[in-house]
């Protein structure tokens, strides 16, 4: 991670950690990276998501734009997979969204993608930090005949809904599902893009205010959903974040059916298919290890990285594989999208639903989960950066470890995206691992809050 950018962008509280200066220094900043003899007048997309800082951010963004020479068009509220596949569609030379995810409202975020739709590579963003933080090079104001232009397009949501439809090749017609929109992105775009598949849909969370995105709903809070969906015999549902980018669904009896199972039905389908590049599938290291096992058994591979979608797209793109995703909901389905997408990823699990004629409960048992305790832990910037070198918490994951031997695992890291350490253990005894983690925990707040 860098001073300025996470796994997942630049983020923090808006308006006090991620102030409109910051935003629009941003926005200079990366055009003039963007900016050389081939391009004087680069083209930046830029979506947002229903937060109440986005309006300002986004402003902000384009005064920062504009003033080193960067053209802008703007797509409103779109979900962050929108923004990666429009701005190769539009053949800009980079997309913006706003937006910090499943994080509460009071937090926004800057991710930038490329021209090819992939979020910037460590250099580049490296790059701007040195510009933003370092003042390695003054700002490279425009003349007054060389500021930006600022278009708005009407037309963006539409676009990336007829790509999903598209991509899913199947017509959900007799479906019955329900939708938690998160009171985000998703609330512009599911209702018409299922409809348009031909399922019946009942929407959860889907009239945003600016405050309540993520509030008690999507894929964060799924209880809802999993009620809803027993309550009116629903054949599932699916919840997304509050950018869309992340979808975790409910069977129809109530019970989760998190990421990996997601992309253990996935995978699955596309060998049953053919369509399985190298028979591999790529996760990180807090992919349940019931997933290796599910691997295991059917003659595919899988490949471990860093948590961060943006370091399973790297794997995927450097090794010539075309899914991968994380636990949380993050699935990329290379073949279609560059990123993750909660909305093409669950409308694909709809199709695999209707193709095979199987409940979303009966797809689920190609993988049995092996026990997990997540907890996470609040801590200081400082925490953040004394973890790595901390002996006391060292030696309690060596305790932990030596404890569980080849029955289970620890992993403690610093989250990328919040001011978290999180805490994860997997074991054949629930009970045990639970214990293990309280303590492992209590070391960490002690040693980093």
């Known amino acids: 991670m860098g001073r300025l950018f996470g796994t997942d962008g630049a983020r923090g ?71 990666a596949y429009l701005v190769k569609k539009y053949e800009a030379d980079a997309g913006i969204m706003i937006s910090a995810s499943h994080n509460p409202f009071e937090f ?36 007054a005949e060389n500021i930006g232009k600022v278009i708005y397009n009407e037309q963006a949501a539409d676009d990336y809904i007829d790509h999903v439809a598209a991509s899913i090749g199947c017509d959900l017609e007799g479906m019955e599902v329900a939708l938690d929109c998160s009171n985000g992105s998703s609330s512009r775009t599911a209702e018409k ?41 629903l054949c599932c549902g699916l919840a997304f974040d509050g950018d869309a980018d992340r979808c975790l669904a409910v069977d129809e009896n109530g019970n989760l059916v998190d990421g990996d199972y997601l992309i253990a039905i996935c995978a699955n389908d596309m060998k049953n298919r053919g369509v399985l590049k190298k028979n591999a599938v790529v996760g990180t290291i807090m992919t349940n290890m019931g997933f290796n096992k599910f691997c295991e058994a059917n003659g595919m591979t899988f490949v471990s990285t860093k948590v961060g979608d943006r370091y399973v797209l790297e794997t995927m793109l450097r090794e010539g594989y075309n899914i991968g995703g994380e636990q949380s909901g993050h699935i990329i389905l290379l073949d279609y999208a560059t990123t993750g997408d909660g909305q093409m990823s669950g409308a694909m699990i709809l199709s695999i639903m209707k193709r095979t004629g199987e409940k979303l409960s009966e797809l689920a048992k190609i993988m049995q989960r092996m026990p997990q305790v997540l907890i996470n832990v609040n801590v200081s910037p400082e925490g953040k950066l004394a973890f790595y070198t901390d002996k006391e918490v060292k030696a309690e994951i060596k305790r932990v470890s030596d404890i569980l031997g080849d029955r289970g695992r620890i992993i403690i890291r610093v989250s990328g995206t919040e001011p978290l350490v999180r805490v994860m253990l997997e074991g054949e005894d629930l009970g045990e691992i639970q214990t293990l983690a309280e303590e492992a925990a209590q070391v960490v707040r002690e040693r980093l809050s």
């Open 13 to 83: 509280v808006a308006n006090r950690e991620l102030t409109a200066e910051l935003a629009m220094n941003i926005g200079r900043a990366a055009a003039m990276v963007l900016i050389s003899g081939e391009v004087e007048h680069p083209k930046v997309l830029i979506g947002k998501d229903t937060r109440l800082s986005g309006d300002m951010l986004e402003g902000a963004l384009v005064a920062g734009l504009c003033s080193v020479g960067a053209n802008v068009e703007i797509l409103g509220v779109v979900p962050t997979p929108a923004v």
């Open 108 to 143: 926004n975020g800057i991710k930038i993608f490329s021209s090819e739709g992939t979020k910037l590579p460590d250099d580049l963003e490296d790059r701007i930090e040195g510009i933003v933080l370092d003042n390695v090079i003054p700002y490279a104001i425009a003349e």
């Open 193 to 233: 893009l299922f409809k348009k598949l031909g399922a019946k849909i009942h929407l959860l969370a889907d009239a945003p205010d600016g405050v309540n995105i993520n509030k008690d709903c999507g894929s964060t809070h799924i209880n809802r959903l999993q009620a809803y969906v027993r309550e009116h015999k």
